[in-house]
């Protein structure tokens, strides 16, 4: 089977070299374990952070190994009783077809309402991120105005929708027409600023200002630099920051932050969070997210790169805003 290794460490923005792509014999399970044939792999910002040998909350990618990644697919051989084959399953297979476990995080899921991989967009981790941040850190009431950046990706869409289901105003911000459009006319936010366009204008402050009428009361914040200094000029007194990502920076961007001040003059609460550490959250975030989903009132799209050989390319395109909502990558044939 195939798997892709990180074969070097990126010196400033990833390059496709970064990657090897290795066919590997399949291995033998033994007892306690399971063979799993992905279906999909999901591509995450965390991944480029973790491509450096810096300090950070979690160890470095390991060179030369399988690169990490959520995966969700099928059990084929089971030498564990606690799952048959058949079984759909998720897991942190990396970025390969095929996945070896002794069952430790690997979890089984019902596909009778939601799809497969929606368990690693709206209904996984980046949906949990969403949640946790709105509901644990957020706490946006009714009427508030909540804004949000990398608005139409797989986390913040659940933000805008999360905060419409609440009664708040939902401002996205995000780069380009189209992608403004999606989280307007298709997620329901009542408004979304092109940053992109905004930059090239010189107004983003006056376009945010313009969305932002009664300022804004809680930020979900997942890319830092620019677009996050502008929301602090518009930020209310005890206002709430969920420091989520700065994902601007991920890739050698500048991360610099001129309006830091306004934390102190309006009183703000800013709290960075990891969301694997909140686990005990997990199952009734996930309950309600899968519900949301079920019901058809939470909605999601997903970018898929057809096989494992374009994951790289996928992944370079994820940092530079390619993406249409979730990134994922198919390792089955459709
Ligand atoms: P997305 O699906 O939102 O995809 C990434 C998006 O980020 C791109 O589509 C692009 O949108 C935007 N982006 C990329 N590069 C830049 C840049 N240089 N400047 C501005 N925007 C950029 O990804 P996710 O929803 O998975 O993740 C969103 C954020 O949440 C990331 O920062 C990620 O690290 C963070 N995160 C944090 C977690 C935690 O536990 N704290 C867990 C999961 C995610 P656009 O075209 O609109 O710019």
């Not at 070299?17 to 291995?27: H, I, Q, Y």
């Not at 998720?90 to 390969?96: K, L, S, T, Y």
């Amino acid at each position: 089977f195939q798997r892709i290794v990180l074969a070097s460490r990126p010196s400033g923005e990833v390059t496709a070299n970064n990657f090897r792509l290795e066919t590997v014999p399949v291995p033998t399970i033994m007892d306690g374990q399971v063979l799993i044939r992905n279906h999909f792999l999901s591509l995450d910002p965390y991944m480029r952070v973790r491509m450096d040998d810096a300090k950070n909350y979690a160890a470095p990618q390991a060179l030369n190994e399988t690169m990490i990644g959520g995966t969700v697919g099928e059990i084929i051989a089971s030498k564990n009783p606690q799952f048959q084959i058949g079984d759909k399953v998720i897991g942190m297979m990396g970025w390969a077809e095929i996945g070896v476990s002794d069952g430790t995080l690997l979890r089984k899921l019902d596909t009778t309402h939601i799809p497969l991989s929606a368990y690693l967009g709206a209904v996984g981790m980046p949906g949990m991120t969403a949640w946790y941040g709105f509901t644990q850190i957020m706490q946006a009431k009714e009427g508030e105005t909540v804004v949000v950046s990398a608005a139409s990706g797989a986390v913040g869409s659940v933000v805008g929708q999360l905060a419409k289901l609440r009664g708040c105003r939902a401002v996205g911000i995000a780069g380009g027409a189209e992608k403004c459009a999606y989280v307007v006319n298709e997620l329901g936010f009542d408004a979304c600023v092109d940053y992109k366009a905004a930059n090239q204008a010189g107004n983003l402050a006056e376009q945010l200002a313009a969305a932002t009428p009664n300022g804004i009361d809680a930020i979900f914040e997942n890319v830092g630099g620019a677009s996050f200094d502008a929301c602090l000029l518009r930020v209310n007194p005890f206002g709430r920051i969920a420091l989520c990502g700065m994902i601007s920076g991920y890739d050698g961007g500048d991360m610099a932050i001129q309006n830091a001040r306004m934390l102190l003059s309006m009183r703000v609460t800013l709290r960075g969070f990891i969301i694997s550490e909140h686990l005990d959250f997990w199952p009734q975030g996930l309950k309600e997210l899968g519900s949301l989903v079920a019901q058809g009132k939470l909605k999601f799209r997903e970018s898929i790169a057809p096989n494992l050989a374009t994951a790289p390319e996928a992944f370079i395109g994820l940092l530079k805003g390619k993406n249409l909502g979730k990134q994922l990558v198919r390792l089955i044939p459709e």
